[in-house]
């Protein structure tokens, strides 16, 4: 076999035709030189194929094995021992003193070899100049290799656009079997398939409320509190007016997210499924389930009591009526202010007595001024009162020290009445002498008399005013005993405290001064209706007398520090005090000597109270706060039930001139009509 | 004829919901044919619309202005409206009543007065002095006003507003007046007397002249109304005695005067007139009443009937020729007026509680209280009636206003049947401000409605006050 030598000669085939035994053509290849570009790379040169014995089994033979043409390997040919020893003195360069086994020569390797190996040891990277990290070769990216690769420019077709009708039909089956029910859109879930379910799911949850029972209403157990249910704002697709403005916007923004009061921004979407993902879905649930962990629930002990059912049962105030409601006249003329009133005992009148001195009836229906007296100058009237009785037509006002005895005149009383009248008041005259005689043996010559009932001067007797009683005091108010024939007068003053109280007698000019040590400052007095009983209101206190007996029978302490006024029931046994510390107060004489019932509505001093005292179940104050209260008390004489309260009614109109309101009140004998003095100079008629 | 002419009027026009009325009214006069079944109309007309209709129905040469009452509420807008506004369905027959309409009344005059005006009244050819003398010369007779005034005087007055005649007696307030005839005026007074008076009209020279005639004393309180009738000269007091007088007008037929009543057994009362005038009593004195006689009042039928109200809250009445009480009925209030409304049998009160009460005064009446008409703010002193219909009245009140009432504007409440007033006639001196509190200033004590001068009233303005429906 003879080599392929000549590259070039590629025409050449590389086999040669021979004759085998039988005269046949036979094709003997040539041997094929693995060059650096044949097909067979790698192939060793001369591989031996004596497979994996020693090599000293052929240490007989000139030959090391067989290549894989069977040929014989040649043994290399091995140096005299001079040879070697020369060799061993003049080592090579690349020798290593190692046996290349594939071939049985000294293994000799070169320097670069040699480096590779150092490297190799080293941990270091064989190949001189070889960088790990190359750059990236960008065969199709970077700068002017950008490829652009529309898979198609044409424009979307509408069926993209349109549903399609196809589906459309298959879904209306599918909606129609689910309506006939022969499909079933979902399989309810068993107890399998949530086992099954939950050993699919890679982590353990553990639903602590799975096996809750509904406990019974313990009242340990706080249920938790219910979240507020969404309003507007968190609505996808809130009204704009919910939605928040550029500013608002801006300042939730930049506010702390502790500060925010909401943590969300409402947000206008236009159909349900453009709404994102909430990001703040999981932490959302995460706080609420911290709040429900960390919050104390504290148990408050609430009072379970309607409200209602502690307001006292009073009845309907329109079921109450007659009660006055409205200012049906007013009554203008006194100049000044208007201190006391009094309805006559017909009920046709009204009489007032004020600052400017004078004393004034008028026709409260109409408000027209039907007489008037001038009974001084400079001093007020305090009081007025009519004698009780329908037979006789005398009024009774306080004037200064004066009580003058007024009959008015221009057809306001009947004949008959007046010429009654007169012959009471002129009935003392007789008496007169009696009395004055008696204090002056007392007391020696020179004592005054301590009252002094005498004619006035003639021009107030042609207006009217037939008797004048001078006391040496200045009675602030004057009450009648219901017979008419004695009165009380009381004059708060400090000076002369044992006169202060006085009861006369009319028909026989007489005074007597029954309390001549008296604890506390008198203020006002009246006489028990049917009882000889007689009430005596001190500055604190209220003294109840028994006047057949001449003692003390009781002492009411109604608690108040300044008692006003006070007004005793028609029936004798409840007591209205009003006082200037804005209260006003019911006693009830069989109850006990504190008030029953303690009314405090105004928000000034209280001037006045009046029963009403022809039996309508009805009384009124006057407070300086220009208003008066009408009241419904009921009195039963089933002593064993209280006595109702119910407010009716503020009557609102007096002027408040110089902190002063409304300074009296007083009730027509028979209807449910009130009168108010006024410091406005006017009387109010309330109908 | 009639159908006719409802289907011209009533040709339904397309797409308008129409309703079907009966028409119906009270009234004789102004009554439709028998035959007029209900008709169909659009519901889109209103008062003016339906008064025409029915003009037509009805053939009158001048249309009579109507008013159209539906359950008792007056129709003030379209029908369509109405029916909204109650929740009527359009398909039910509406029974629907006409009434003369009502002018709003206007103001004409005010008489000025030195004092407080307490009483009026009037004289006038429809009025019913000139109507109780029946040969008297009607037409020809002029128009006068009479008012009885605080200052205790008497005036009679002309239409331009001249005081005629001066009537000086009474030493105290004036508190009624009133003409018993053309020639002869009865007033009563604070100083508990009634005095009658002989009017003589101004003639072409000399100024008319109220000459007193007769003195009546027997009350001891102030008089404070009176009634008068002419046929059977009597005369009716109220006084707060608590007693009602009865009085004759004739001198012959007065008894003496009792004496313990007579000024002159007072010496300290000055008799102001040395001419000496007759001095009667009472016919009769009827006791009964617990409070002081608010108001009186004849039966307009029977002038042998007396009512009265009183401020015991009663209204009683009264045979006057037997002189006992024969009924009594009692009320929740105080009574300030009354006034008798012949054709519907009810007695109008006016009550302390500022409204009117309607008591129907037959023994056969079950209830005392008919209808409250309600709307003063003050309580009512006055009432009259008007003269060209038997349902409708006026009130004055303290509240300075009078206000027209028509009976049959009523709507049912809770308890009971309750009215509002059709026209509020404010005091000409108080217009353009707000009203006062409690009617200070501009009371109303008296008022009185007459056919033709229109409804006079007086009040505490100092002022005689007419105002007139312009029509009517």
């Known amino acids: 076999m003879v080599p392929l030598e000549d590259d070039d000669d590629e025409d050449r085939p590389n086999y040669t035709v021979t004759t085998d035994a039988n005269g046949n053509p036979r094709y003997v290849y040539g041997e094929i030189e693995p060059v650096y570009d044949s097909d067979d790379s790698d192939a060793p040169a001369n591989a031996n194929t004596i497979g994996n014995i020693p090599l000293s089994y052929y240490d007989a033979y000139p030959h090391i094995g067989y290549d894989i043409n069977g040929r014989r390997i040649a043994r290399p040919a091995k140096g005299e021992a001079l040879d070697s020893l020369l060799d061993s003195i003049d080592i090579p360069e690349g020798w290593t003193g190692l046996t290349d086994p594939a071939t049985g020569k000294p293994l000799q390797l070169s320097a670069e070899e040699l480096q590779v190996l150092k490297k190799l040891t080293q941990n270091d990277m064989p190949g001189d100049g070889y960088d790990p990290y190359p750059d990236m070769v960008e065969y199709f990216t970077g700068k002017g290799m950008e490829e652009v690769m529309p898979l198609s420019a044409a424009p979307e077709p509408k069926r993209r656009f349109v549903p399609s009708m196809h589906e459309h039909r298959r879904v209306m089956k599918m909606v129609k079997a689910i309506k006939e029910g022969r499909i079933q859109p979902y399989r309810p879930r068993t107890d399998e398939d949530r086992e099954r379910e939950e050993a699919e799911q890679e982590y353990a949850t553990y639903d602590v409320w799975a096996n809750e029972q509904p406990r019974p209403d313990h009242p340990m157990n706080v249920p938790a509190p219910k979240l507020p249910p969404p309003g507007y704002e968190e609505s996808y697709h809130p009204p704009p007016e919910y939605l928040p403005d550029k500013d608002e916007k801006e300042a939730w923004e930049e506010q702390d997210e502790e500060d925010r009061t909401r943590d969300f921004l409402p947000q206008d979407h236009s159909a349900l499924r453009k709404v994102p993902g909430y990001a703040q879905f999981v932490k959302e649930k995460f706080e609420r389930c911290l709040d429900l962990y960390l919050a104390p629930r504290v148990r408050r002990s609430k009072l379970n009591i309607d409200p209602e059912s502690l307001l006292p049962k009073l009845p309907d105030p329109s079921e109450l009526k007659p009660f006055p409601t409205t200012c049906s006249t007013i009554c203008r003329g006194h100049q000044g202010k208007v201190r006391t009133l009094a309805f006559d005992p017909t009920g046709r009148f009204i009489a007032s007595g004020g600052d400017d001195g004078t004393v004034r009836i008028w026709d409260f229906t109409t408000g027209r001024q039907a007489w008037s007296v001038k009974l001084s100058k400079d001093e007020p009237v305090n009081a007025v009162a009519w004698r009780p009785g329908n037979d006789t037509c005398i009024l009774t006002a306080c004037c200064g020290e004066n009580v003058h005895f007024i009959i008015p005149q221009g057809e306001l009383c009947p004949p008959d009445q007046e010429a009654r009248s007169r012959e009471i008041l002129d009935a003392g005259f007789g008496h007169a002498a009696a009395p004055t005689t008696a204090s002056k043996t007392a007391s020696g010559a020179t004592k005054p008399s301590a009252s002094t009932w005498s004619r006035p001067s003639s021009t107030l007797q042609s207006h009217g005013v037939l008797l004048t009683l001078t006391l040496r005091t200045t009675p602030k108010s004057l009450s009648w005993h219901r017979r008419g024939d004695y009165f009380a007068t009381v004059s708060p003053s400090t000076t002369s405290i044992s006169t202060a109280v006085a009861i006369h007698t009319l028909s026989k000019h007489a005074t007597q001064h029954p309390f001549r040590r008296l604890k506390g400052l008198a203020q006002t007095a009246c006489f028990h209706p049917t009882r000889p009983l007689f009430f005596l209101a001190t500055r604190q206190r209220i003294r109840i007398y028994d006047l057949q007996q001449q003692k003390l029978e009781k002492e009411l302490q109604p608690g108040a520090r300044w008692i006003s006024g006070i007004s005793l029931h028609p029936l004798g046994s409840n007591l209205l005090v009003s006082s200037y510390d804005k209260r006003l107060l019911w006693h009830d004489l069989d109850l006990g000597l504190t008030p029953y019932k303690t009314l405090r509505y105004h928000s000034k001093a209280i001037r006045d109270v009046a029963f009403h005292p022809g039996g309508l179940p009805l009384f009124a104050d006057a407070s300086d706060d220009g208003s008066l209260q009408v009241f419904h008390g009921k009195v039963v004489s089933d002593e064993f039930e209280n006595a109702t309260v119910v407010p009716l009614k503020v009557l609102r109109g007096h002027r408040v001139v110089r902190e002063l309101g409304v300074l009296s009140v007083g009730w027509h004998p028979r209807e449910a009509w009130c009168a108010s003095a006024g410091a406005d100079g006017t009387v109010r008629i309330w109908m | ?472």
């Open chain 2, 1 to 472: 004829m009639a159908t006719t002419t409802t289907e011209t009027v009533t040709a339904p026009a397309p797409r308008q919901t129409q309703v079907r009325i009966h028409l119906h009214t009270r009234s004789d006069d102004i009554e439709l044919p028998q035959d007029t079944g209900p008709i169909l109309v659009s519901t889109e007309v209103k008062r003016y619309q339906l008064s025409t209709l029915v003009n037509r129905l009805l053939e009158t040469e001048k249309p009579v202005p109507l008013e159209f009452l539906i359950n008792g509420q007056f129709l003030r807008s379209s029908l369509d409206d109405f029916l909204t506004q109650n929740g009527i369905s359009a398909e039910t027959t509406l029974r629907v009543e006409y009434v003369r309409a009502l002018i709003p009344p206007l103001y004409v005059a005010s008489y000025e007065h030195d004092d407080w005006v307490s009483a009026v009244d009037v004289l006038s050819p429809s009025s019913k002095p000139v109507r109780w003398m029946r040969n008297a010369e009607g037409p020809a007779m002029p128009q006068r006003i009479l008012s009885g005034s605080y200052d205790g005087l008497l005036r009679v007055w002309n239409t331009s507003s001249e005081v005629i005649a001066t009537g000086q007696g009474h030493t105290a307030s004036v508190k009624a007046a009133k003409f018993i005839s053309p020639t002869q005026v009865v007033s009563s007074s604070v100083d508990r007397t009634i005095r009658l008076w002989k009017f003589e009209d101004a003639a072409a020279e000399s100024a008319g002249t109220l000459t007193p005639t007769l003195e009546l004393f027997g009350h001891k309180a102030s008089v404070d109304r009176i009634a008068a009738h002419a046929p059977s000269s009597r005369i009716l007091s109220a006084s707060a005695d608590h007693t009602i007088g009865l009085w004759s007008s004739k001198k012959a037929e007065a008894p003496a005067a009792p004496e313990e009543v007579l000024p002159s057994a007072n010496k300290r009362r000055k008799l102001s007139n040395t001419k000496t005038v007759p001095q009667r009593g009472p016919l009769s004195q009827l006791l009964g009443h617990q409070s002081q006689i608010a108001d009186v009042c004849f039966d307009e039928k029977d002038a042998t009937v007396g009512y009265s109200a009183s401020w015991d809250h009663t209204v009683k009445t009264w045979d006057l020729t037997t002189s006992a009480c024969v009924d009594t009925r009692t009320t929740a209030q105080s009574l300030f007026s009354i006034c008798h409304l012949s054709e519907s049998s009810l007695l109008a009160t006016g009550t302390s509680a500022r409204h009117i009460t309607l008591i129907d005064p037959r023994a056969s009446a079950t209830t005392v209280s008919a209808m409250t008409l309600r709307g003063h703010t003050n309580v009512v002193v006055s009432l009259a009636k008007d003269p060209n219909s038997s349902y409708q009245l006026v009130s004055g009140s303290h509240d300075g206003t009078c206000r027209v009432w028509d009976i049959r504007s009523v709507r049912a409440e809770a308890m009971d049947r309750v009215g509002d007033s059709v026209y509020v006639i404010e005091r000409n001196s108080a217009s353009g401000g707000s009203r006062p509190a409690a009617g200070e200033g501009v009371k109303v004590f008296s008022v009185c409605w007459d056919a033709d001068v229109g409804i006079v009233s007086g009040g505490e303005d100092n002022q005689v006050q007419i105002n007139k429906s312009t029509t009517s």
